[in-house]
């Protein structure tokens, strides 16, 4: 099992700046998947950002140029880099694990977060 918890939320300004984090625990392998999502009250769940194992990533559109996704394999973490904050990007942001342990037997989990509240108003 692999348990996350997220940090750094918190109210800013529309042009600020905040740094999230994702602390991983527990048996922490085969990950290939690290990833931030959002979700606001009537909306589906957005993607923000996601890295690859090899530290490939990919960004949601609304949030390219503005947010970059980085990870600390030595402190098992997850970091999600947010500037030029935009009231549109008041959400609660979740951090999420993709595990595949392999075929035999096939064996995939999904990990994910209890959320951390991201608020950006004047």
């Known amino acids: 099992q692999v348990q996350l918890v997220e940090s750094g939320g918190g109210l800013v300004q529309p042009g600020g700046s905040l740094r999230l984090s994702c602390a991983a625990s527990g048996s922490i392998s085969s990950i290939y998947l690290r990833g931030w999502y959002r979700q606001v009250p009537g909306k589906q769940r957005e993607l923000v950002a996601t890295i690859t194992s090899g530290g490939i990533t990919n960004y949601g559109d609304s949030v390219k140029g503005r947010f970059t996704i980085s990870r600390d394999n030595a402190k098992n973490t997850v970091y999600l880099q947010m500037n030029s904050l935009k009231p549109e990007d008041t959400a609660i942001y979740y951090c999420?694990?993709?595990?595949?342990?392999?075929?035999?037997?096939?064996?995939?989990?999904?990990?994910w977060g209890q959320g951390t509240q991201v608020t950006v108003s004047s």
């Open positions: 999420n694990f993709k595990q595949d342990l392999g075929p035999s037997p096939r064996n995939q989990n999904d990990y």
